[in-house]
């Protein structure tokens, strides 16, 4: 495995493993996840982007940057094809490094309140609900993961 950072040329590899990995969530949510249609090329260009790549394929991806309150992990998936392999919890330990680094409390996130197997994941890793809301028309449930 090695994560590295997002150049602009993976902007299309972040976009399709986001369509394929959030995928199974449309019928559940009743339209598409905001991360099918993120700007993948703009994420990248602010430096908000890692990949992990297992062989020489890019397999996942995390999407972050630090605030004041911790550091925000706004979109973070692997390939359907590559999950189970650990790579998702890589890239967490990743971000908890660099906020780590960055001397920042906490890790934070938010996922719908409908991907029920995230909240459960997120839960199991140590991330505690801080509050619920709507936000651009999606139910969103924050988490956050103290250091």
């Not at 020489?56 to 995390?62: E, F, K, S």
């Not at 660099?98 to 839960?123: G, Q, V």
Request: glycine content about 8%.
């Amino acid at each position: 495995m090695t994560i590295r950072a997002a150049r602009p040329a993976d902007a299309p590899r972040l976009e399709a493993i986001a369509r394929a990995a959030y995928a199974t969530y449309v019928p559940r949510i009743g339209r598409e996840p905001a991360p099918m249609s993120a700007d993948y090329a703009a994420e990248i260009a602010a430096g908000h982007a890692i990949v992990i790549s297992h062989g020489q394929d890019v397999a996942g991806y995390l999407i972050g940057c630090p605030h004041a309150d911790g550091y925000f992990i706004e979109n973070i998936a692997v390939d359907p094809a590559s999950q189970g392999r650990g790579l998702g919890g890589a890239m967490l330990r990743h971000a908890m490094t660099e906020a780590k680094r960055l001397k920042l409390p906490a890790l934070w996130l938010f996922t719908n309140k409908l991907m029920t197997e995230n909240l459960a994941l997120y839960a199991h890793i140590g991330f505690v609900e801080t509050h619920r809301t709507v936000e651009h028309g999606y139910d969103r449930v924050y988490m956050r993961l103290s250091i």
